[in-house]
């Protein structure tokens, strides 16, 4: 029996589809995006000696949507607008502080992703959730009550969320109520749960007939472990072309949004000491959700001294906060005393200094400006009406 996995590049993936679709007038194929799609039927038409070829490919939400349909269901997948409208409506049923708080559709909208596109119905979700020790149980139900209140306002516009498309696919291909032909599952180095799980009734009703996952030469392909695990590969024999590693982490806990940025400053200045490129280095802090970043702020040495640069910097910030920011930062050349007064006159704090982040033996500070929201602004006044005799 031929081995499931394969590993390639995209070119080489591209390649391997034209010839399966060539050789067979039964089988599919199911492509990561319409990129691999476009250059594998562009192969396929070199390949052919006509003019006009038939191509079975389809993206995951396209099959998913087909397998539906073919078992005589069409529900209509709600919209994206439609999506946003009704968490901001849910939002607005909820009579709470928090609620009132800036971004927070978005974060709810964010966090029912991460359920839903995780494998996860709500009822899992709470189901799970009494099980585990909560920090706050009563939020969680909140923001339950949220999430219900949006699956009930996209019910009531007679559609479905697209997470339920894949679920009930995945459903139908395990009951073998609908029939589905071999698929060659094609480009993909990660799946959120809800697309794994179709890919698991696939191979689970032998309907899997080969996946390529795209590899390389360098580390960047390391990601695709997680993906090649769940399908049940065997990470030894990978590691010579996936340069597989395990992942280690560190947990700390700070104190405050600030002594955050200096621990993360301090981890990267401990990966550029041991001789980790700059390149290679991503930063993920949730001090710095919802931040902006201001690449670079010149003002031309005649018109230094002038306001020019306060000027610059307040459009900046004022762009930043129109999008939805709550942070702006920003790189100073550690030797440049004059910029890093300007920056801190203007409100920014020094978190910490990134030596030779952006150029060789060039030492750069962070700085970090954020605004308050009308939550803290409120809890401000509040406070400082206890602090006033008379007032309290």
């Known amino acids: 029996?031929?081995?499931?996995?394969?590993?390639?590049s995209y070119r080489e993936i591209a390649e391997e589809i034209a010839v399966r679709l060539a050789a067979s007038s039964s089988g599919e194929v199911i492509v990561s995006s319409y990129g691999l799609a476009t250059t594998a039927t562009a192969e396929l038409l070199r390949r052919s000696k006509i003019a006009a070829v038939s191509v079975r490919l389809s993206l995951l939400d396209t099959f998913a949507r087909r397998v539906v349909n073919?078992?005589?269901?069409?529900?209509?997948?709600?919209?994206?607008?439609?999506?946003?409208?009704?968490?901001?409506?849910?939002?607005?049923?909820?009579?709470?502080?928090m609620m009132e708080t800036r971004g927070i559709v978005a974060m709810m909208e964010r966090s029912y992703r991460d359920v839903r596109d995780?494998?996860?119905?709500?009822?899992?979700?709470?189901?799970?959730?009494?099980?585990?020790?909560?920090?706050?149980r009563q939020r969680t139900q909140m923001i339950l009550g949220i999430w219900r209140?949006?699956?009930?306002?996209?019910?009531?516009?007679?559609?479905?969320?697209?997470?339920?498309?894949?679920?009930?696919?995945?459903?139908?291909i395990e009951s073998g109520k609908v029939s589905v032909p071999a698929q060659v599952i094609a480009g993909f180095y990660d799946m959120t749960g809800a697309q794994l799980r179709i890919l698991h009734a696939l191979k689970k009703t032998g309907k899997v007939s080969a996946i390529f996952v795209p590899a390389g030469e360098d580390a960047a392909y390391a990601f695709a472990s997680r993906f090649v695990?769940?399908?049940?590969?065997m990470a030894d024999r990978l590691k010579p072309v996936l340069h597989i590693k395990k992942?280690?982490?560190?947990?700390?806990?700070?104190?405050?949004?600030?002594?955050?940025?200096?621990?993360?400053?301090?981890?990267?200045?401990?990966?550029?000491?041991?001789?980790?490129?700059?390149?290679?280095?991503?930063?993920?802090?949730?001090?710095?959700d919802r931040a902006a970043y201001l690449r670079l702020l010149l003002v031309a040495e005649g018109e230094q001294s002038r306001g020019v640069g306060a000027a610059l910097l307040r459009d900046a910030e004022r762009r930043a906060r129109a999008s939805g920011c709550r942070h702006l930062v920003l790189l100073v050349t550690s030797a440049n005393r004059r910029a890093r007064t300007f920056y801190t006159r203007h409100g920014y704090r020094h978190v910490g200094n990134l030596p030779g982040f952006v150029r060789p033996a060039i030492g750069?500070?962070?700085?970090?400006?954020?605004?308050?929201?009308?939550r803290t602004r409120a809890l401000a006044a509040s406070f400082d009406r206890l602090a006033t005799p008379g007032l309290a």
């Open 1 to 8: 029996m031929p081995p499931l996995l394969h590993f390639a």
């Open 70 to 97: 073919d078992a005589g269901e069409y529900p209509r997948e709600a919209a994206e607008a439609e999506r946003h409208l009704a968490m901001r409506a849910a939002v607005k049923a909820i009579d709470d502080p």
């Open 118 to 136: 995780g494998g996860m119905t709500l009822a899992e979700f709470e189901r799970r959730s009494r099980s585990k020790t909560l920090r706050s």
């Open 149 to 172: 209140e949006y699956e009930k306002l996209i019910a009531h516009l007679q559609a479905v969320d697209p997470a339920d498309i894949l679920d009930r696919a995945a459903v139908l």
């Open 229 to 233: 695990g769940s399908v049940g590969a």
């Open 247 to 288: 992942p280690e982490a560190t947990v700390a806990q700070c104190g405050n949004k600030e002594m955050e940025l200096r621990a993360v400053c301090h981890s990267i200045r401990e990966l550029l000491d041991s001789g980790v490129p700059a390149d290679r280095i991503g930063i993920t802090t949730r001090a710095l």
């Open 364 to 374: 750069e500070s962070l700085y970090v400006k954020t605004w308050p929201t009308r």
